[in-house]
């Protein structure tokens, strides 16, 4: 199969950006990955967009908002969506639009603007990302859905409220540091536990943040990539999984059942296992989803997902770094652009560019990017040479 | 109303009559006459062989928790609720929400009223059943099976 690599990466501040709306962010995104790889607008052979919902941007096609401010028409660009994993549809479908021939340079673009909404209706547009007939009904809140695996991870496993603060006081240490976050600041283990309650047993500091921003990524084939200033970080696998609609028609709600499937087949697409990862980011909307993230990609055994954060094995020193960026917790999780900012974070920590968050040496990473409660997964694979 | 009785967004479905059914007291979920699978939610279409001839059927309604949760920061539905006095600004409590399995892989998710979340213990045993609300809605709640 032929190779297709990141050229180019950029990403916007992430934060309550009052002072911008999506596609504004979305060019700021775009603007440093095409200054990043040294290209132009005209460049670009093709665009795909990730935005999660219209009840966000007020708009059928919010995709036409952002070709149309980047001067990119008269040329392709669709919307992808996947929930909270749009940003890594749309580095999927980059990916096959390249490896089908249709074109070799391709700008896949994540953005989300949340805080064009009240608190309530956000909650609300969150909580259709579940099963919006059969649960949403009963109040369930999308922190509600994170909550129902989190008291079945600590019945099960007896995961503790403590461990789950201590992935908070981790990304919230990496968050600090990282010039795009949201949230720049540290947060002490007491604090994370004496926080409000949001969903038993999820309080404020397990929950990450309603954001705004944008993240941008150019990717190109070998040869078009290897014309480029920057090493190419290669694309080496792409799983995608699914699972039921419904928490209730789950086998195990410790699991989910559609990030086991992706975490496999992109293993099995690149020749890499869970032990050669050098660096991963993963979907950490809420911290029992970072160790719920731990276990299904094999970083550690099922239910020992709370001992790997207590052992600070998944800090940048550690046995496998995760989320050295903040990750969604601290950085923020502007929906649609939050896959698109992993593929952003690991392509720095490859190239050597994370400054004060690099993992050293760094060669291969990995992103995990959860839609909805887990209703789809993607996870993929990137190494430089 | 139809099926937004119970749903809030959706009117119109296959499977409306579950609404009637929870209005007689009844929890139904829908069996496949051709393959035997049976769907709780309830679904007009059988997923494991494509058949469209499926049946009613009334699923146990005793189970075991699974697991629960309490919202505190409710989505727009649930945040709106009118306050009971006026002038009044009064904080409601709200209402634990947990999944019961009846059989094996059917789950009943509903709510758990009056409850402390600190005294909610999962595997314990709990009884769903219908509830009408005032505005007309209908919904299901969990109750602690006693003893």
């Known amino acids: ?74 040329k392709p660009n669709f919307r992808v969506e996947g929930a909270c994993a749009s940003g890594s549809m749309a580095i999927r479908t980059a990916f096959m639009t390249i490896a089908s021939g249709l074109a070799d340079v391709v700008l896949a673009l994540g953005a989300e603007k949340m805080t064009e909404v009240d608190t309530p ?161 993963v979907h950490d909307c809420f911290t029992i989803a970072e160790i719920v993230a731990y276990e299904d990609l094999g970083f550690c055994g099922k239910g020992e997902g709370g001992r790997l954060i207590e052992e600070r094995q998944t800090y940048a020193d550690g046995r496998i770094p995760v989320n050295v960026d903040g990750g969604l917790k601290s950085k923020g999780h502007p929906v649609g652009a939050t896959g698109v900012s992993m593929a952003v974070e690991i392509t720095k920590q490859l190239r050597g560019e994370a400054g004060p968050r690099q993992v050293s040496n ?13 209703q789809i997964t993607a996870v993929h694979i990137f190494r430089r040479e | 109303m139809g099926f937004e009785r119970f749903s809030l967004f959706i009117k119109h479905t296959k499977i409306r009559d579950f609404v009637d059914y929870l209005e007689n007291g009844r929890i139904m979920a829908k069996r496949c006459k051709g393959c035997g699978a049976k769907y709780y939610p309830p679904r007009a ?30 989505p727009e539905h649930y945040a709106s ?14 209402t634990p929400v947990g999944i019961i399995e009846v059989e094996e892989r059917i789950r009943i998710m509903g709510f758990i009223p009056k409850t402390d979340p600190k005294k909610i213990r999962i595997g314990t045993s709990f009884r769903a059943a219908p509830q009408l609300l005032p505005d007309g809605r209908i919904t299901i709640v969990l109750s602690p099976k006693e003893g």
């Open chain 2, 81 to 94: 609720a009118p306050s009971p006095m006026p002038f009044s600004r009064t904080r409601i409590e709200p």
């Open chain 1, 121 to 281: 209706t956000a909650t609300e547009i969150m909580s259709k990302g579940g099963d919006s007939v059969w649960e949403y009904p009963f109040g369930v809140s999308f922190p509600g859905y994170y909550a129902l695996i989190a008291q079945a991870h600590m019945a099960r496993y007896g995961t503790t409220e403590e461990q789950l603060a201590m992935m908070a006081v981790k990304n919230h240490h990496y968050g600090a540091m990282n010039p795009v976050a949201h949230m720049q600041k540290e947060v002490s283990l007491e604090a994370a536990l004496s926080s409000m309650m949001i969903a038993h047993p999820l309080k404020l500091y397990d929950c990450s943040l309603i954001s705004d921003g944008a993240a941008a990524v150019i990717l190109a084939s070998e040869e078009r990539a290897k014309e480029l200033p920057k090493e190419p970080v290669w694309v080496m696998g792409l799983g995608l999984g699914t699972d039921s609609h419904s928490m209730c028609e789950r086998g195990d709600l410790t699991s989910l059942a559609g990030a086991a499937y992706a975490a496999q087949k992109a293993y099995e697409m690149s020749g890499i296992g869970p032990d050669d990862i050098d660096v991963a980011c």
């Open chain 1, 1 to 74: 199969m032929m190779r297709i690599a990141v050229v180019g990466v950029g990403n916007s501040k992430f934060g309550v950006r009052d002072d911008a709306s999506m596609k504004e962010l979305a060019f700021e995104a775009a603007k440093e990955a095409l200054e990043d790889c040294g290209l132009g607008i005209k460049d670009i052979d093709s665009m795909v967009t990730a935005t999660a919902s219209d009840e966000f941007s007020f708009a059928l096609q919010p995709s036409a908002q952002m070709h149309d401010y980047l001067g990119f028409h008269p």
């Open chain 1, 362 to 374: 760094a060669e291969i990473g990995l992103t995990h990017n959860v839609g909805g409660s887990g």
């Open chain 2, 45 to 74: 279409d059988c997923a494991r062989c494509l058949g469209s001839d499926m049946e009613w059927v009334e699923i146990p309604s005793e189970g075991k928790l699974l697991t629960f949760t309490q919202i505190f920061v409710p």
